[in-house]
C-alpha cells in the first residue's frame, strides 16, 4: 500500500480527468459501489478457486459475523448493483465507469500493490453483440493514446462459451496429465482446480508444456469463432491493431469469449498489464439475475502514471495565471486574509507565503511558482487603503485601490 504526495497529483489529475471525458464522450455513467461487500459476492461471481478470492482477499469480520471482504475488483459489485436497482429495467445496454481503490494481498513487485486504484468501463445488458466489445476495447485504446502513452501492444483471445471451453478444459487437462510429475506445484493444483489458468504459467518447468498445449482457436463453436472474427472486424474498422494470443486467460472466473490485455513494450513494460478486460456473460445469472450479455475492462492507474513517467510523457502545462500577495509587516499580514479571500471569491487564483516574514523570501518564492503580477501590501498601504500592483514579467508596477482591485486584476489577467 503507498501514499499518493502532492508532487504526483498533477498525474493522478491527468488522468482522471482524461478517463472522465472519455466517459462523457462515449457515454458512460459513472457508478459508484462500496469498498466493503459480502464476501460471498466474490467467492460466487470471480470463484472460490482464483488466486483473487483463495489467496489474496483481505476479510472484514463483523461482530454479528458478517463476513465482508475488502473488493478486489469491480465488476461483480457492479454486476450486483445492476440487480439491487433494477438498472435491467432502464435503457440498455447499461454503459458504466468506475475509478476506485481495490485492494489484493498480493507479492509486491513491480506494478503490482495490495491497495491500487482501476478505472473500469462495463457494458452490460442490450444484445449479445460484438460491437461491445469492440467499443470496450477502443475506449481503453483511446485512453492510452490520449494519455500519450507509445509502443502500446493489444492481445486479444476468445475463451469459449458453456457449450466450448468444457471441451478444450478436458483436451487441456489430459495434455497436462502426461507431464504431472513435471509441471510446477501451482500447475498441479491449477490442474484440477483450474485448468484454463495453466496457459498462465510463467515457470520455466512449464514453458515447453504450455507450447505443446492444445490451440484453443480449433477448439471454439462456431458461434464462439463467428463472435471472435467478428471483434476483430471490427477493430480493424476502428484502426486498433491487435496480436491474436491463444495463450491469454485472465485471473477471473467470470469471463467467456472475448478477453484482452493491453501491455507497453520498452521503457515501462515491466509493470505488466495495463487494461484487461472481456466478455462475461454468465455473470448475471450466476448472481442471480437472468442471462445477459455483458462486457467490460479495468486498468490500474499506478500502472498508468508508472509508465507515463518511464516514457517521459509531458503532462500539458495548465497556463493558469496566478496572483501572489506578498506581505510587509504583521498588520499587514492579518489585513492580507480578507484581501486574498476576496479575490479568491472572484475566482482569481491567488498564492500566498503567509507564513514567511522576509519580502526577499517571498518575492523568490512568487517567482518559482510562476506567478504573474505580484501584490504588495504594508504598513503604508494600509494607511492609504491602496495595493501595489507588480508585474513580474516586466517589473513594471502601480498602486491600487484596495476597492477596485479585483476588478483591476481581472482586466490585468484577461489582457497578459
Ligand atoms: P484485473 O482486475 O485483474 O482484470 O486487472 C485489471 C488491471 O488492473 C490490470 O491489468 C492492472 O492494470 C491493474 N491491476 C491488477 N492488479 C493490480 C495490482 N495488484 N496493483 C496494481 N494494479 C493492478
Redesign the pocket.
Known sequence: MHDVLPADQPWWDRVSRVVRDLADFYNFGRIETPILESAALFERGVGQDTD?VSKEMYFVKTKGGDVLALRP?NTASVVRAYLEHHLSRVSQPQRLWYQGLFF?H?NPQA????Q?S?VGFEIIGGANDPIYDAQIVMVFSRLLEELKIRNTVLKVNSIGCRVCRPLYKRQLQAHYKRYEKKICADCVYRLKTNPLRLLDCKDEACKGIKEKAPNFFDKLCVTCSNHLKTVLEYLDELAVSYALDNQLV???DYYSRTVF?FFVEGPGSEV??????GRYDYLVETLGGRMTPAVGG???I??LIHVMKAQEVKLPQKNQKKVFLIHVGEQAKKKSLRIIESLRSAGIPVVESLGRESLKAQLKMADREGAELALIFGQREIFEENIIVRNLKNSLQETVALDKLVEEIKRRLRNS
Not at 111 to 114: A, I, L, P, T
Not at 272 to 277: E, N, Q, R
Request: aromatic share 8%; hydrophobic share 30%; glycine share 24%.
Open positions: 483473487m475488483e489484493r498480493e506494478g503490482r500493490f495490495r491500487f482501476q485472465r485471473g477471473i490485455e505488466g498489464a495495463l487494461p484487461g478486460g479495468a486498468c490500474g499506478e500502472r
